[in-house]
């Protein structure tokens, strides 16, 4: 075995090394470090991460580095009482004038779901509009009026849901051959089926020999257990 150069004393980047750690359990060299920034957490880093310039602090700097990548701005237009912010797409999105001073620090886009999404300063993936409502763990932020507007991050298109208050207004699944969530055709009895799904538990509405009585059953028991979270209550909006 290749004698172990002694690293005790010597800088790397932002850290010291203070003294040897035990081996790794395939043998390689380990090394105990302090970090410039002052954090209390142990630090025990590989010989070679060290000389080849791999890690040079405790995480911090990777952190500092995400920061200084998220200081850039997005274009914004500020209107009467809510602002068009851009992506570096020029891809339109919106928010309330008095959250504008919330988010504007923070370089945000679009993922490929139609979500406005950025780093924030401790580099985790956020969602305005989760920041705009400052929702808990257990809760979601729903689109008042559809995947369509999920660039529309306005309190007025935002509200606190369950993760089933969520579905209620979802967009209705390609396979879907009705045009209408809860409403089936059954080739073995030649007739259309209603149903709805509350609390996790189906509800049949019914069968029907019209299809449009078996949509107008639907559509009468969504507002019967919806409500405002139907999907037909939730597609008007305007900007």
Known sequence: MSKVVDLIGLRFGRLTVV???????????????????????????????????????????HKERITESCKRYNDYEVQEDYVIMYTFKDEPFYVDLEDFW??????WC?????????????????????LIMGA??????????????????????????????????????????????GVSFSKSRNIWEAYINVNYKKINLGRFRNKQD??????????KYFGEWSYDNSQERSI
């Open 19 to 61: 003294e040897r750690a035990s081996n790794s359990k395939n043998g390689k060299a380990r090394w105990k470090c302090i970090c410039d920034c002052g954090t209390s957490k142990e630090i025990i880093v590989f010989g070679t991460n060290l000389t080849r310039g791999l890690t040079q602090s405790c995480g911090c700097l």
């Open 102 to 107: 919330k988010v504007k620090d923070i370089c």
């Open 110 to 130: 679009k993922n490929a779901k139609g979500y406005i999404v950025g780093n924030n300063e401790n580099g985790e993936k956020v969602g305005i509009h989760s």
């Open 136 to 181: 808990s763990n257990h809760m979601m932020v729903d689109h008042i009026h559809g995947e369509s507007t999920r660039n529309d991050n306005r309190k007025c298109n935002l509200r606190l849901a369950t993760n089933q208050q969520n579905s209620f207004n979802s967009k209705i699944y390609s396979n879907n051959t009705s045009g209408t969530t």
């Open 214 to 223: 078996a949509i107008e059953a639907r559509k009468q028991a969504e507002e």
